[in-house]
């Protein structure tokens, strides 16, 4: 048993070796493959943290009028921290509100001239929200339309994040659905090459296999080596494309943090953490393809 | 011992390679089967060794119904039927030692073992000292040789030879000749399948003569008569 198993091994190698520029190149088409769904684990991974850079600055300003009762700004307030939607509500109260204003236009006289002339305090008290995530938003301005204070209300100044949030998306989205295609014509093209590797190592270990057969070599015995070759093509393929991935994510992630401050994408440590099964899965799925396309290979053109 | 009971072949659409054919060859005997071309005499040697599978009648060798044997026997039945051909089937990439070595590998014998055999065949077959040539660095008969070899590493029952001699010149089909008997001497059953006038009447053994698919004679001590 052990014995056949060496010599299986040995001839799986031996048509490596014998065939290697077709193995370079089912391995290169593999390695492609795998490369293009590691490209779309990095783009969620970045798209995420995208996405919460752009959340995390997402607020809502309401401003009430300079007479607004404090009971209606304080019931918005209960109401707007009861909702599941609002992640925190800030009061900044009328005087605040104008002290900030004259601190932010302390070097504008004329504006500062035009507060003293206006003689009273031309602020409400301003509540600052913020939302979990940009879809959060419509809830929040709906919200707000609560006639119980909606007449107190001056103006809600909010920024369009949703719609940059949504072109963050949709952008991912697409590139998302690009890989997704690529990498599906990558794994066709790599399935074929596979079948065809097989199907030409048949082609050409056809003298020896009819001999096999000749002297009493069992069926498995004949099949086996093309399947333990199947094996180390995912194999050498998993680990260039590890070989590859680790370095280059070293590379581009103080470039990615550069961008989004201290909101770290943590890509090295996400592989590093999650490597076995990110590796481990993309080599079983390998495999099982590419052995079930040698075994369809094998159906087709080895009569043993 | 080798039985055919009314054993037929047919191929589509409508070739009779064997019709109706009974036979029985006794352990350690000595046949020769001749015929001219497409007489079915290859058909014959080919269901030995269940290459093939007859369309109708039963084949028996040792007891072993191998009419409708499993794929995953038929390793076992090649390993006690020893098969040459014509055209040698050797390994060109493989030295003499290796390609006699090769079909003890495959069925999984250990190194040590092969070791061993392999330098007995070599010897029997005469070819001691040529175990490290290719096969194109050997003569015809010396090829012939390596693949007789080959056929006896299983220490097989039977040895089946489809026209060993249909490449080699008369000296060397001479020497593959005394080479068979020498084997059938040590008790292995040898079924030479032949159209070599010369060798089967030197032989002086039996001959079972195919027309058409047909057993149209079958004598002992016969001879090439067609």
């Known amino acids: 048993m052990l014995t056949s198993t060496y010599r299986i091994i040995k001839f799986a190698f031996q048509n490596f070796w014998r065939n290697i520029w077709l193995s370079v190149i089912t391995v290169s088409m593999l390695v492609l493959t795998l490369l293009t769904v590691n490209i779309l684990l990095v783009l969620n991974r970045v798209t995420d943290q995208a996405i919460s850079f752009v959340e995390n600055r997402i607020e809502v300003s309401v401003y009430f009028n300079e007479n607004a009762p404090q009971v209606k700004v304080n019931d918005a307030l209960t109401h707007l921290r009861s909702l599941p939607e609002v992640k925190d509500v800030q009061e900044i109260p009328a005087d605040e509100a104008l002290a900030a204003f004259k601190t932010r236009h302390a070097s504008d006289p004329a504006i500062l001239s035009s507060l003293d002339e206006l003689g009273k305090n031309p602020f409400g008290p301003t509540l600052i929200i913020k939302a979990h995530s940009a879809k959060d938003f419509d809830a929040i301005i709906a919200a707000l339309d609560n006639p119980r204070f909606r007449d107190a209300i001056r103006q809600k100044d909010f920024s369009d994040y949703q719609s940059i949030v949504s072109k963050i998306r949709q952008t991912t989205d697409e590139i998302r659905m690009g890989g997704i295609i690529l990498s599906g014509i990558f794994f066709l093209i790599a399935l074929l090459i596979i079948f065809n590797t097989v199907r030409v190592a048949i082609f050409i270990h056809r003298e020896e296999i009819g001999i096999m057969r000749l002297v009493g070599a069992s069926s498995s015995f004949i099949r086996m080596p093309f399947l333990v070759e199947t094996i180390i093509l995912s194999v050498l393929s998993i680990l260039i494309v590890v070989a590859i991935v680790y370095p280059t994510l070293a590379f581009i992630e103080p470039k990615f943090n550069q961008y989004f401050g201290s909101n770290t994408t943590g890509l090295v440590s996400y592989f590093e953490q999650n490597g076995l099964l990110i590796f481990g899965s993309q080599f079983l799925a390998l495999l099982v393809v590419t052995m079930g396309s040698t075994a369809l290979a094998m159906r087709k053109h080895l009569k043993v | 011992m080798i039985h055919f009971k009314n054993v037929s072949k047919f191929y589509p659409p409508d070739i009779i390679g064997l019709d109706a054919v ?205």
């Open chain 2, 22 to 226: 009974n036979l029985r060859v006794e352990p350690g005997e000595f046949i020769s089967i001749v015929g001219q071309s497409g007489t079915g005499k290859s058909t014959l040697a080919k269901l030995l060794f269940a290459e093939e599978r007859p369309s109708k009648g039963i084949i028996e060798i040792g007891g072993w119904d191998i009419t409708k044997i499993n794929a995953s026997d038929v390793p076992l039945l090649r390993r006690q039927i020893g098969v040459v051909f014509q055209d040698f089937k050797l390994l060109p990439k493989k030295t003499v030692y290796e390609n006699i070595a090769f079909a003890l590998q495959v069925a999984g014998i250990p190194s040590l073992r092969v070791r061993e055999v392999v330098p007995r065949v070599l010897s029997i077959v005469g070819l001691d000292d040529k175990a490290h040539r290719f096969p194109q660095q050997l003569s015809g008969g010396e090829q012939q040789r390596v693949a007789i070899g080959r056929a006896l590493v299983h220490q097989p029952k039977i040895l089946v030879a489809d026209e060993p001699t249909g490449n080699l010149d008369t000296l060397n089909s001479r020497d593959i000749l005394e080479l068979l008997k020498k084997i059938n001497e040590f008790g292995t059953t040898v079924v030479l399948v032949t159209h070599d006038r010369e060798i089967v009447n030197r032989l002086k053994r039996r001959v079972i003569t195919l027309e058409g698919g047909k057993i149209v004679s079958d004598v002992e001590e016969g001879r090439y008569k067609l």
